[in-house]
């Protein structure tokens, strides 16, 4: 098992203060074969002095510096640098536990599955702290899919029933090179749930590891924090999966009815359709009373 190699691509914003914590987690890898690509988006903090200090002594490490992307940019360029057969993503400001890279080839072999399938490995994660990410909280949301459409969840369930981190997944490569999959650049918040809604309609393998193997800090300001961006984001992808997948497919419904939710959610009342302010009836009825209320007072 150990001549499969394993590309764990870190991007890097700005984060030098939780830099070291992330590359110490693949450096504390209980499987060796991996390559670590480490992308400076072009932070302006001392992420480059930092980095190559830390990896100077092995040569497993790939080091890129460019002009700021914003993560799908910053993540595309790590890709455009893998030599592995596996994919792992890891935020700077995240951590691996030891045994992840190990754990999911094992569960892979075990399964009778290897580099040339289609492959979404995933694990539960840990809901760290800001300051020490290994002081740990429960994860705010379920962090497994419980159908076997995970499309149809993360379209319709995602931040309301589930959310699953990004270092939580083990790729097949192939999913990226084989299948031309790439973060959408044009999408500034939210571009996870449209990668990973093109990555299920691939109808992958899909194994699961019940084990806490990544770690997410809960980091104050971060863009899962800017509540104006992350709506909007939100409804962007909603809105592209609309115009590509035709009105009369599943996936328009539910992408549909989700933007109208999002935007209820957000009280963007203004900006629904009709017919769904019309499905939410009674919750507009004690939104719009709630401010009548406040405005006579």
Known sequence: MNDIKVSVIIPCFNQASFLKEAINSVLAQTYSNWECIIVNDGSTDDTEELAKKLIQDDNRFI????KNKGLPGARNAGLELCTGEYIQLLDADDALHPEKLQKHLALIKKNALSEEDVIVSYSEYIYGDYKDIYTTY??????????????????????????????CYFFSANIFFAKGIRFDEEITTCEDIDCWIRIFQLKPHVLFLEEKLAYYRNTPGSMSKNIDKVWKG????MEKHMALSGK??????????????????????????????????????????????????
């Open 63 to 66: 080091y890129k510096k460019q």
């Open 138 to 167: 429960p994860a705010s949301f379920n962090c497994r899919f419980l159908s076997d459409n995970p499309v149809k969840e993360i379209v319709l369930n995602w931040e309301n029933k589930f959310s699953i981190a990004a270092n």
């Open 234 to 237: 939100h409804v962007q992808v």
């Open 248 to 297: 009369k497919s599943q996936l328009y419904k539910w992408a549909r009815y989700k933007k109208n939710e999002v935007l209820f959610r957000y009280r963007k009342i203004g900006k629904m359709d009709w017919f769904y302010k019309l499905y939410f009836g009674k919750e507009l009825i004690s939104y719009y009373r709630a401010r009548l209320l406040a405005k006579l007072h």
